[in-house]
């Protein structure tokens, strides 16, 4: 006869509730934010599971003297438990502050770099842009109705070279929009052209369009360095490897268009009949 097979349990999925009277049983306190696990009011360490067996025995095991100076159901005990959650609000309020301000200081950060770079601006004007907004808001507020938003503004970190960090953060970002939205696309086509950079580098510019579902956008897929010859072999090969690397299927292309340069349009050795072969 065959045996059911043992289910292991789950703690995660079980939907185990925290008990009120439990705060003042075992002096324990469930935070409120999401995922949370009891905390501990006296040394504050987190038990893993929200049962009363575990508050238990985390509580007569390490703090097995606090019911013998403070008997259950006392109003000495009643008083400590106050006491000891006042304290715990007050050190998680400091400690979400913190985070809500550091959190907002990252965001104007990104924000004001998003700005310069629509604007083509260099990074060592972000340190600029700081030192007016500073004077903008001393000028407006010469009461000091405004000093504790100076002194916000002037946490935020703008230094040229935290705005190429934010630069580079925010091109990842808008670069991964753009393929995840390519992806799920059914067709798209590209616009290719090689270009020497004031370095004297090739680049390959590729640019693609797509529907979205709602519009069709033209968007800048990639800028691939080509530090070897720009023949056609070179070109496809990088733009493959772009298309490999990033999970882009090369059989969504319907058309693809180039400046006319012999390596773009070439009749058997061509980037564009390559990739034509390749869809093939």
Known sequence: MALSKTMKRKVDVENRSFNDDWTE???VIMPTFRNASPVCLICSETVAVAKEYNLRRHHNTKHSNFKVSYP???????RKIATLKSAYSRASGIITRTLTDQERVTCASLQAAWVLCRHNRPFTESEVLKECMITVLEELAPDKSMDRIIASVKQVPL???THAQRAHDLAEQVQKAVIDGVKETKYFSLAIDESTDNTEISQLCVFVRYFDGKDFREELLALLP???NTTADIIFGKLEDFFKSHGLPLDKINLTVTDGAPAMIGKK???GEQN???RS
């Open 159 to 161: 230094s040229a070279s």
């Open 276 to 278: 034509k072969d390749c």
């Open 72 to 78: 259950e159901q006392s109003e000495a005990r009643q």
């Open 226 to 228: 080509l530090k070897d």
């Open 25 to 27: 049983k075992y002096a």
């Open 269 to 271: 050795q061509g980037s």
